[in-house]
């Protein structure tokens, strides 16, 4: 399956569909593949020439259409909630000068007159159905919390996530249900390869912008004390739009006092890289429910260089989760997957240990958004055999009391 210039796509006569699994190309079979789910958003790769397997069973790249001049596109997809892609796009692009947007490319072939895509279903979308968001009514409920806090910046910055960027947690603040996200914090302690909210210049451009003001205590407390009211609700601090939540705690943690003085309801979270392990430890303390800890390795090479922490380390993420734990706080790993990475021998030999050795109650599986040559130009030459996605969540599965899927669950 290509495209051309104007999007159009097409089923190739002859060449056979490719899949890729961190440097290396693989044929992809029946089995590999699952219906192109609804909601999936068929995309073109920028620059990239589509790779597949020509009538004599050799790996070839496919520059210009079938038949035609113009040339030929890979195409890929987006996988809409619930779905953990197996297999990246197969392409080459000779002339990047600059990595692919922050995007999660899961491969895709055309077979008796339907799309499918390497991926497997690991969730149910449940609440975040796309169908349950963008509704008719979301501006006016915006207007109606915007004239109930006129002067919550906040609000005013959520309405923007909600309304234009489309962000379910910024939405489910208007709509008052669910997980909703309020942002605090503009700093971060990490400067990660495939950061949605700040990259450097030379990089690919960032899909949001990240917070630019440090909210008050009433700010947040307001929104978040009327976000916990509504039944089964989850306030979650840590967003994509913001830098590490951790190094707001002080904040936090006040209007996590007046929060909860005046509600009991509703959950409290926070994604974290949890390397500041004083205030993960102190927030712990002071009634955080639950916390989602970032993480693509269990070593620390691999965890460095994407990661790319400052002022903490790998030990520090393990002692800040150890500690959580140990105040009854139900914690997730945000595990960032990523076909020929995250699937590899000797990422599993690390990662089950970790989740055994520091208590982890639920892995919640999440696509990778990051192109793959600029990430395994950075990432250290790989040693161990790709087992791949599917093995890699049925090793999880088969590790004790863990839950695994996407989302999380409302602990009240």
Known sequence: ???????????????????RAGESFFEMSREDLIALPAGS??????????????VGGRFSLLEKECGGEGPAYAVGALLPQGYTRTLLP????????????????????????????????????????PDRYSTLDLPELVEKLLEEFPGNRIARRLAGCALDYRCFTAQNIFYRRWEGGIPVSRQCNAGCLGCISLQPAECCPSPQSRIDFTPSVQEVAQLGGRHLEASGSILSFGQGCEGEPALASDLIREALLIMRRKTRGGTINMNTNAGHTPAIEALCGEGLDSVRVSLISARDEVYNLYHRPRGYNLDNVKESIKSAVRQGVFVSLNLLTYPGLTDREEELRALIPFIRETGVKMVQLRNLNIDPDYLFEKLPPAAGEIMGVPYLIRSLKGVPGLEVGNFSRPLR
């Open 1 to 19: 399956m290509y495209a051309d210039s104007a999007g159009n796509c097409y089923d190739h006569p002859t060449m056979r569909a490719v899949g």
């Open 41 to 54: 958003s068929p995309v073109l790769i920028p620059g990239g020439h589509p790779v597949g397997i020509s």
């Open 90 to 129: 197969a392409f080459r692009r000779p002339k990047a000068d600059r990595p692919l947007p922050l995007m999660g490319y899961a491969a895709v072939a055309w077979r008796r007159g339907k799309a499918y895509v390497a991926a497997v279903r690991t969730d149910r979308p449940g609440r975040w159905d």
